[in-house]
């Protein structure tokens, strides 16, 4: 069955402001963060390209919601969006593959003590 993606931002957005009700200095602080993007060097299709893709390699799925939401009304394309999406999967997998070799030298070097 699909999510309903729709109704998860709108939960999302709902829970972010009354969050941001009960501790407004953590809401105040993270929206700190978005502020300190400098719109001028990277356009909103592109950013939102990375947010989704930074998404996918987080396992956010709020983040995904939100990110697919702009990245719709920022204009990308769903070719783009695959594109972002498959350049998320290779850096999974090349943080996999070189997280394996320092899994093998732990094992390695725990089995070299016995």
Known sequence: MFKDWKVE???VKK???ELGKKYPKMLQAY???SQAIDDSVLDAKTRELIALAVAVT???ESCISVHADEAVKAGATEQEVAAALAT???LNAG???TYSL???EAFN???SQE
């Open 102 to 104: 320092r899994a093998l």
């Open 88 to 90: 998320a999967i290779a």
């Open 109 to 111: 070097v725990h089995s």
């Open 9 to 11: 931002e709108t939960h």
């Open 58 to 60: 987080t396992r956010c």
């Open 15 to 17: 829970s972010f402001g």
């Open 95 to 97: 943080a996999a593959y």
């Open 31 to 33: 929206g700190a963060l």
